[in-house]
């Protein structure tokens, strides 16, 4: 089965990657790819893509990363019908009880206020 996947390039701490056309079962460093169909610089957004070869793997059954399906959708690529998009994560805290805004709030005691000792001096 094929995949398209994002091929990791450039120096230490400026990644660039690949979007390459490979064998899923190949790790993506390997170098055996069926085809290179774009590149993306993530630092500056700036992304070249061949869209008539992604879409030609697309409907022969080239199964797209997470990452590169949300690159091709944002770009106008119409993803196939079979393609389940990953749910996003939500974080959830491990001990929900003791976080600070689930303890119960405690109550300040309520003193008198000066405007009810006044009142009852009228009234007598």
């Known amino acids: 089965m094929l ?7 450039g120096r230490a701490h400026y990644p660039t990657y ?6 899923s079962q190949r790790h993506p460093l390997s170098g055996r790819i069926v085809a290179e169909v774009g590149n ?6 700036a992304l070249t893509l061949d869209k008539e070869a992604v879409e030609k793997y697309l409907k022969n059954g080239a199964q797209p990363s997470s990452r590169v399906a ?5 770009n ?8 389940k998009e990953t749910a ?3 974080a959830v805290a491990k ?3 003791k976080l600070r805004k689930n303890q119960p709030k405690e109550e300040a005691p309520v003193e008198e206020t000066p405007a009810e000792e006044a009142a009852t001096p009228e009234a007598a």
């Open 70 to 74: 949300f690159i091709l959708k944002k």
């Open 76 to 83: 106008g690529v119409k993803l196939p019908k079979w393609y």
């Open 95 to 97: 001990h929900a009880d």
């Open 40 to 45: 993306y610089n993530p630092a500056t957004k």
């Open 3 to 9: 995949a398209i996947r994002m091929q990791r390039k």
């Open 18 to 23: 690949r979007l390459v056309v490979q064998e």
């Open 88 to 90: 996003a994560k939500k």
